[in-house]
């Protein structure tokens, strides 16, 4: 690995001389160009000795925020930079979205492994969706839950027999929807007759027992129960 330039972006003192130890004893050939403990002692370093790789904390001078202003400028001033985010910030998994949206090419969790020269080097070599052990194990779980549900839902179409308008009905009634408002969508080439004789096909179709009584949230309780319709996947059609 040939010498790069590194600046660290870090508020917190104890945690920065921590940093730098880390890249003094196990990345020799990061050279620190500078730190900064806010974006106001961030800039004048960029433009006097730009870096190839910033370590950008996300959590600066008391907001969650100000990490991701940071970021979005960083990837729009400096294309070529490569943005390693490192924060303590390890339950908001929104914060690590708006990041990688943001533009940063790996985010680091202040737990578990740290800060590693494999994941350093990794972003160096261009590599995106850098990630330390534990936002990686959270990845995963998410992974697999989202691919079960998906085959929970599958299977549920299958043995219910349900098409896309069966799930798209179920759905708007599940955000609210009138029939009347359902009928009236694009995607729905359907009048009000037809989805009323669609709800009581699908009362039918998806309770085994008496179904005498069984009205619209009913149906949509039952469609969520047996994953024929999704709580994170409920958005209206365009």
Same mark, same amino acid.
């Given at each position: 690995?040939?010498?790069?330039? &590194? ?59 100000? +990490? ?13 930079? *490569? ?19 943001? +533009? ?7 737990? +578990? ?12 070599? +261009? ?12 990845? &995963? ?30 759905? *708007? ?66």
């Amino acid at each position: 690995m040939k010498y790069f330039k &590194v600046i660290i972006v870090e508020d917190v003192k104890l945690e920065l001389k921590g940093t730098e130890q880390i890249f003094k004893n196990d990345i020799p050939e990061a050279e620190i160009v500078g730190t900064a403990m806010n974006e106001e002692q961030l800039w004048p370093l960029m433009n006097s000795n730009t870096p190839d790789l910033v370590l950008l904390d996300l959590g600066l001078g008391g907001s969650t925020t100000a +990490g991701i202003d940071i970021c979005k400028q960083i990837r729009r001033r400096y294309p070529a930079v *490569h943005i390693l985010i490192f924060t303590g910030e390890i339950l908001n998994e929104c914060l690590w979205v708006d990041a990688l949206d943001a +533009g940063a090419d790996g985010i680091v969790l202040k737990t +578990g492994e740290l800060l590693t020269p494999d994941l350093v080097y990794s972003v160096m070599k +261009g590599n995106h969706y850098v990630f330390n052990q534990p936002i990686l194990q959270k990845i &995963v779980q998410r992974f697999r839950s989202s691919v079960l549900a998906d085959n929970k839902r599958s299977e549920a179409s299958l043995e219910y027999d349900i098409d896309e308008y069966d799930e798209r009905f179920l759905r *708007h009634l599940a955000l609210g929807y009138t029939k009347d408002m359902i009928a009236n969508l694009r995607t729905m080439p359907f009048g009000v007759k037809s989805l009323e004789k669609r709800q009581a096909d699908l009362v039918r179709r998806l309770f085994s027992e008496d179904a005498t009584g069984v009205n619209a949230t009913r149906l949509v309780t039952k469609a969520l129960q047996l994953n024929i319709i999704n709580l994170d996947n409920l958005t209206p059609d365009a």
